[in-house]
């Protein structure tokens, strides 16, 4: 979809973690042991290694509701597990089972540098060529990519505007005070909020959707009250091959940056360092 105008950017956004993923058709050959094979082939790139329960991917589409990846199995083995490859400052990790492989990056400590979208894509590209460098290699034949997703969650605290639910007007339109009369003066003490939005091609048709949600959190480390504002960028592959995948996830980043600067105030953007 083309844009007519140029994508924002902030110096120094809200962001807490982004992540990269694409669903593909089960493989049915995939074992246990080509984890180890992956890991191997990682050759070091990552500290730890740790084992988690597979999640059911929901498949984009435009009936309703959405369609989960349900599949029927009926071998007598466990169903696999989630791997996660985990970097040793922990701020990056390879999410893969054998349906969907992912790359994320997340603060920590609070204090880490955002790499960047670009920067995130190209280890991404990387992961998805060092994945199928082992399929080749074990005689596999490289599944269909069927869906693409690329998510972004912000962390809004007290240094971020965020002082407890009374703010929420101060960092998102559609929950702005000028909004309500009655409720305006009621004490607020919880808060969600939640969106969806078609994502099209150039020709009108929809490929995906984006999701925002927002809502108060208790960070668990400190204990510090936060906004959280997720967005999520889901749809099918714009062409084929990794290529067609990589267009739509470059599209999704479009519709999340400029759907978080429509969805937060104008202040929040000053503060955040808006460039463009």
């Known amino acids: 979809m083309k844009h007519d105008t140029p994508r924002p950017s902030f110096k120094n956004p809200p962001l807490d973690?982004?992540?990269?993923?694409?669903?593909?058709?089960?493989?049915?050959?995939?074992?246990?042991?080509?984890?180890?094979?992956?890991?191997?082939?990682?050759?070091?790139?990552?500290?730890?290694?740790?084992?988690?329960?597979?999640?059911?991917?929901?498949?984009?589409?435009?009936?309703?509701?959405?369609?989960?990846?349900?599949?029927?199995?009926?071998?007598?083995?466990?169903?696999?597990?989630?791997?996660?490859?985990?970097?040793?400052?922990?701020?990056?990790?390879?999410?893969?089972?054998?349906?969907?492989?992912?790359?994320?990056?997340?603060?920590?400590?609070?204090?880490?540098?955002?790499?960047?979208?670009?920067?995130?894509?190209?280890?991404?590209?990387?992961?998805?060529?060092?994945?199928?460098?082992?399929l080749n290699a074990e005689g596999i034949a490289i599944p269909a990519i069927i869906q693409c997703e690329v998510t972004y969650v912000n962390h809004m605290d007290a240094n971020g505007g965020w002082g407890g639910i009374p703010d929420v007007h101060n960092l998102l339109k559609p929950l702005s005070k000028s909004n309500y009369s009655f409720l305006a003066k009621a004490e607020q003490d919880s808060l969600k909020w939640q969106g969806s939005y078609k994502i099209l091609d150039d020709a009108g048709k929809p490929v995906g959707r984006l999701y925002a949600e927002a809502e108060n959190r208790i960070r668990i480390m400190d204990r510090t009250p936060l906004l959280r504002l997720a967005l999520a960028a889901r749809g099918r592959p714009m062409g084929d091959g990794l290529e067609g995948a990589f267009r739509f996830l470059d599209e999704g980043r479009e519709w999340i940056v400029r759907g978080f600067t429509d969805l937060t105030t104008d202040s929040m953007h000053k503060k955040w360092g808006r460039i463009q």
Do not use: C
């Open 17 to 134: 973690e982004v992540a990269l993923a694409v669903v593909f058709e089960p493989i049915p050959k995939w074992e246990t042991r080509h984890f180890a094979k992956l890991w191997d082939a990682f050759a070091g790139q990552f500290a730890t290694w740790e084992d988690h329960a597979p999640i059911s991917n929901v498949i984009e589409s435009f009936a309703f509701p959405p369609l989960q990846n349900f599949r029927f199995d009926m071998s007598n083995k466990p169903p696999l597990r989630r791997q996660w490859f985990v970097s040793t400052d922990k701020t990056e990790l390879v999410q893969v089972q054998n349906d969907g492989l992912a790359r994320n990056w997340r603060r920590v400590r609070g204090s880490e540098v955002y790499p960047r979208y670009e920067n995130v894509r190209e280890r991404f590209a990387a992961d998805l060529k060092i994945w199928q460098s082992v």
